[in-house]
């Protein structure tokens, strides 16, 4: 089959000519990389699927995180809902890695909770990969790059049977626990079988639409019928002509190979038992030959062994130091790679060999595991580099890598479905930026809409939830210590108008829809470094590049040169996105909860179509040219604030009473902070008259 691409909605703005430039790029030989640089909001997936659909080969999307990708995967299945659209991730809900800390001779067991619907998930990704298809999308976490089994050994163990075909049923039972299935005289659970007389009813471990249940009819050594059927009453739901039980694991081999890698590992045991010895290591010595003998007694009795990814190099016949197989070995060799949020996933996929081989090196230094489990690794960035041959970078902010992989060919997308411009990025001095804050906040909430405020700690963070909570902002934090569910919750509590602002430290850079935030505030911008760079500082204005209304507050006591790149690089964009919507006549709308049944204009608040229109054109008035930074960080001017010109009376009324109210209360401390606003404010309303 072909991609076939289900959208109510086709390509816009900058978006059919990306998905031309992808799609060239991608059909050129000698080109290894593509880097699509599309801001947030500009309906990136949307392109890569039009994209995906006109290239027409098998995927790979590649995302940072299980929650990116759980958003990916839903959305490329919306869009593609007759291909096939697989789920890759760790299937692990904890896990707790084997780790041995000799300065404290302290061993850590390995410590897992799996998730069994995402190993099926995972097992049916390579069955699809492998049933030879190619209309297939696999989204990802980065956990695709580490080790699994044999592609040829899963292929080879899986069992394929047919009406009219002749086996022998012992043989058959024999194929079914050398997949590891586990024979089961009670109800059937997933990986299980049932013998009863001529009939062998097989639960497959995952289907097209979850569990199959299988029943297979003997006469004598002909099969002469195969039914699916509900596992828990034996009804028949339906005839097949024919039926593939795939393995149990992805760690699954042959006998043949099992019975070679045996010897191979007894080999390799005396060999390191004679090295601990030498050095009058015993207790190593001992370890190592007691640990590994329980393994290869489960492994010779079952084939399986808690472990057993530590003997993956014997068990695939590969030599020391060599590749594990991945993900990636399953597709064919003319698959394409798409790279989300590529500043991000690039650098985990380069970090994960490092880590994991400095906390293996010990386990074999003492004796926990033979040195083959070195072999059991996520790949190097070079094998990851060799094996993903034709690439597509996504970002709205490409790093260095991506750029030089491109050979500085970059595909803008700068023009958003709802033609919202970039929000504009305001600098103000840190100086009384708590009061600003406030205001900038209670302003903000006044028009409906949410604002996120970054800072640099945790602790941070929670101080500032603390004042916004004694103030009366409703608000959560939020950073690495909250929990998943959590960290969702929040967001949804965002998303419900529960609250109205998040607090957060580096959460809350990429990937996150939320529309209606129309105020990104991030304190300490001239703090320069990983959390205040210029990607970092583009990620997080970013969030509210959604709303028409969005407005980006940097604080910081100085002026850096990062800022000001970050700055120059955000008057270039809305430079090109201004000058588009008034060459084709057309006003930014936020992307707000749909169903109202009233225009965008009207929906937006606007009291009809003509209002719209005079409000969107004075948004627009004096972004013809781009704003330096003496002009932001000088004054809050009325073409670049959230204070306008029409609120400024009230916000002098409401300064005045806060101060006598504190005057009375003889509270002089707020109440000359009150008057300096008040004061700051008679100075922002008097400026744009001089």
Do not use: W
Request: charged share 25%.
């Amino acid at each position: 089959m072909n991609f076939n691409l289900v959208s109510a909605y086709s390509p816009t703005g900058d978006q059919p000519e990306a998905i031309d430039k992808i799609v060239q790029s991608v059909c050129v030989e000698q080109n290894r990389g593509t880097t699509l640089l599309g801001v947030t909001g500009s309906g990136k997936t949307f392109t890569i699927a039009n994209a995906i659909a006109k290239i027409n080969k098998p995927t790979l999307v590649i995302s940072h995180n299980k929650t990116l990708a759980a958003q990916l995967f839903s959305e490329f299945k919306n869009f593609f809902p007759e291909n096939a659209v697989e789920y890759f991730v760790s299937y692990y809900d904890y896990y707790q890695p084997e780790a041995y800390l000799p300065t404290t001779d302290t061993y850590i067991e390995k410590d897992l909770s799996i998730n069994d619907e995402i190993e099926r998930l995972r097992l049916k990704t390579v069955a699809t990969l492998l049933s030879g298809r190619r209309d297939v999308i696999v989204v990802a976490s980065v956990s695709c790059i580490y080790g699994c089994g044999n592609p040829e050994d899963f292929h080879s163990t899986s069992i394929r049977l047919s009406v009219g075909e002749r086996h022998m049923r012992k043989d058959l039972l024999i194929q079914l626990v050398n997949a590891l299935y586990t024979r089961s005289d009670n109800a059937l659970q997933p990986s299980t079988f049932r013998v009863t007389g001529d009939t062998i009813d097989i639960m497959s471990s995952f289907g097209e639409f979850g569990d199959q249940c299988f029943r297979i009819v003997f006469f004598d050594t002909e099969i002469e019928a195969i039914y699916t059927i509900d596992p828990a009453t034996g009804q028949r739901l339906g005839s097949l002509d024919s039926v593939t039980i795939y393995p149990c694991n992805l760690f699954v081999s042959t006998r043949e190979h099992i019975v070679r890698a045996l010897e191979q590992i007894r080999e390799d045991l005396g060999k390191q038992i004679a090295f601990f010895e030498r050095e009058g290591r015993e207790m190593e010595a001992q370890r190592i030959k007691q640990r590994v003998e329980y393994d290869l007694e489960m492994i010779n009795e079952l084939g399986y062994c808690s472990g057993i990814e530590n003997y993956s190099r014997y068990l695939d016949g590969r030599e020391p130091g060599s590749r594990p197989f991945c993900l990636m070995d399953f597709f064919p060799d003319d698959f394409v790679t798409v790279i989300d949020e590529s500043h991000v996933t690039i650098p985990q996929v380069r970090g994960m060999f490092g880590g994991d081989r400095a906390r293996k090196e010990n386990l074999v230094e003492y004796g926990f595991r033979l040195p083959a489990a070195l072999d059991n690794r996520p790949l190097m960035f070079p094998e990851f580099e060799k094996m993903a041959r034709k690439v597509i970078y996504v970002s709205a902010t490409p790093s260095n890598y991506e750029i030089d992989v491109s050979e500085g060919e970059i595909v803008e997308q700068l023009i958003r479905p709802t033609f919202v411009i970039d929000p504009a990025l305001n600098v103000r001095p840190s100086q009384q930026q708590i009061d600003d804050i406030l205001d900038t906040l209670n302003y903000t909430i006044k028009r409906g809409n949410k604002a996120l405020i970054t800072t640099i700690t945790k602790a941070m963070s929670e101080e500032m939830s603390r004042y916004l909570d004694n103030v009366g902002v409703k608000n959560a934090y939020l950073h690495s210590d909250i929990d998943t569910l959590d960290r969702i919750k929040i967001l949804d509590d965002l998303r419900e108008d529960r609250i109205d602002v998040i607090v957060g430290v580096n959460l809350l850079r990429e990937g996150i829809d939320l529309p209606d935030v129309s105020l990104a505030i991030i304190l300490d911008a001239d703090k320069e470094g990983f959390l205040r760079d210029v990607r970092s500082i583009t990620q997080i204005s970013g969030r509210a590049a959604r709303n028409e209304r969005g407005l980006a507050v940097l604080y910081g006591d100085n002026v850096t040169d990062t800022m000001r790149r970050a700055l120059t690089e955000s008057n270039r964009r809305r430079a090109k996105q201004i000058a588009y919507n008034f060459e084709h006549g057309l006003l930014p709308r936020s992307a707000h909860k749909s169903g109202t049944g009233q225009s965008p204009l009207i929906a937006n608040g606007y009291d009809d179509e003509t209002d719209g229109i005079k409000i969107e054109k004075q948004i627009y008035k004096g972004f013809d040219a781009p704003l330096t930074v003496a002009e932001s960080f000088s004054t809050y001017t009325a073409k670049n604030s959230t204070v306008m010109e029409e609120s400024i009376d009230e916000l002098i009324t409401e300064a005045r009473k806060a101060m006598e109210e504190a005057a009375k209360q003889l509270d002089f401390q707020s109440a000359a902070k009150h008057r300096d606003r008040m004061y700051e404010l008679q100075k922002i309303k008097e400026s744009p008259k001089k």
